[in-house]
């Protein structure tokens, strides 16, 4: 079942995580309907989509009817919870897909997917859809894009309601790089006068992103530098932004274009203007 949350709302949660300020506030009840014509692209939501004569059904945004989001691979998605019933079927209707909206009529795409088989439903039927059976969900590239963590806390901002407390956002870098999907398995530079910068205000992460069919993104705006090393590191191969000075979460990372050799008097590492890009894609 392909399902992707929107290009705007990638943008609204990319903006609270990763800026100083703005950013997706949950909604306390979220509409979807079934569509008996698919948008061209669920990120983007364009194209012919086409609801039907039965309204779109309000659900309360709660942990109950959007369980709590879980990571496979780059995908990030959750179900939900209880069973969605629309009404009865006033002639035969067959559904493609849903989309979620933040509005009974009208409002704004919020994300949606798209069924492996069309759901049949002859006239007089109850339109029902069991719990488990629709899902909505974060594709993360595998190097630049955000950690299974963070798409997990994204998901169940917006699809569960639970709050998210923006924390300040450090850079760092790693002599072994770690798997950027889950967040681990990287090894991050130690002694030698090493320590995280933090990248919020002037230098944090641009408030504006890019939205279209494949990706949703911020880039760093300012460069990030680190101080010059007091003794030997090791060889810095990859950076990564984490919600902490020490310890915490990685919220995303991404391979040196160039891996330093970092000695006594070397030159420190730095991350130019857009060397870092956090992104979300269009799960396909």
Same mark, same amino acid.
């Given at each position: 079942?392909?399902?992707?949350?929107?290009?705007?709302?990638?943008?609204?949660?990319?903006?609270?995580?990763?800026?100083?300020?703005?950013?997706?506030?949950?909604?306390?009840?979220?509409?979807?309907?079934?569509?008996?014509? &698919?948008?061209?692209?669920?990120?983007?939501?364009?194209?012919?989509?086409?609801?039907?004569?039965?309204?779109?059904?309000?659900?309360?945004?709660?942990?109950?009817?959007?369980?709590?989001?879980?990571?496979?691979?780059?995908?990030?998605?959750?179900?939900?919870?209880?069973?969605?019933?629309?009404?009865?079927?006033?002639?035969?209707?067959?559904?493609?897909?849903? =989309?979620?909206?933040?509005?009974?009529?009208?409002?704004?795409?919020?994300?949606?997917?798209?069924?492996?088989?069309?759901?049949?439903?002859?006239?007089?039927?109850?339109?029902?859809? &069991?719990?488990?059976?629709? &899902?909505?969900?974060?594709?993360?590239?595998?190097?630049?894009?955000?950690?299974?963590?963070?798409?997990?806390?994204?998901?169940?901002? &917006?699809?569960?309601?639970?709050?998210?407390?923006?924390?300040?956002?450090?850079?760092?870098?790693?002599?072994?790089?770690?798997?950027?999907?889950?967040?681990?398995?990287?090894?991050?530079?130690?002694?030698?006068?090493?320590?995280?910068?933090?990248?919020?205000?002037?230098?944090?992460?641009?408030?504006?992103?890019?939205?279209?069919?494949?990706?949703?993104?911020?880039?760093?705006?300012?460069?990030?530098?680190?101080?010059?090393?007091?003794?030997?590191?090791?060889?810095?191969?990859?950076?990564?932004?984490?919600?902490?000075?020490?310890? =915490?979460?990685?919220?995303?990372?991404?391979?040196?274009?160039?891996?330093?050799?970092?000695?006594? =008097?070397?030159?420190?590492?730095?991350?130019?203007?857009?060397?870092?890009?956090?992104?979300?894609?269009?799960?396909?």
């Amino acid at each position: 079942m392909p399902s992707s949350i929107s290009g705007f709302l990638a943008g609204e949660l990319l903006r609270l995580v990763f800026n100083n300020f703005g950013g997706h506030e949950p909604l306390p009840t979220i509409y979807i309907e079934l569509l008996t014509a &698919a948008p061209d692209n669920y990120f983007y939501g364009g194209g012919s989509i086409q609801g039907s004569s039965l309204s779109r059904l309000a659900i309360t945004n709660n942990l109950t009817n959007f369980p709590s989001a879980s990571t496979v691979g780059l995908i990030t998605q959750k179900v939900n919870g209880t069973a969605l019933s629309f009404g009865t079927a006033d002639s035969a209707l067959s559904f493609v897909g849903f =989309g979620f909206y933040d509005s009974a009529t009208g409002g704004i795409w919020l994300g949606g997917g798209g069924f492996t088989v069309p759901l049949e439903f002859a006239s007089g039927a109850t339109v029902a859809i &069991a719990p488990g059976g629709i &899902a909505i969900a974060i594709n993360t590239a595998s190097v630049g894009g955000c950690s299974g963590y963070v798409c997990r806390r994204m998901l169940d901002l &917006a699809f569960g309601s639970v709050a998210y407390d923006k924390p300040s956002n450090f850079g760092g870098y790693f002599t072994t790089a770690p798997n950027y999907a889950t967040g681990d398995g990287g090894v991050e530079a130690v002694g030698g006068g090493y320590s995280r910068v933090e990248t919020t205000g002037e230098g944090g992460i641009n408030s504006g992103n890019e939205q279209n069919f494949a990706s949703s993104f911020l880039p760093i705006d300012s460069n990030i530098t680190f101080a010059n090393p007091t003794d030997a590191q090791g060889t810095a191969v990859a950076g990564g932004i984490f919600d902490a000075v020490s310890g =915490g979460n990685l919220l995303c990372g991404g391979d040196l274009a160039v891996p330093r050799n970092l000695v006594s =008097g070397s030159t420190g590492v730095f991350f130019e203007v857009y060397s870092i890009q956090v992104r979300i894609l269009s799960v396909t």
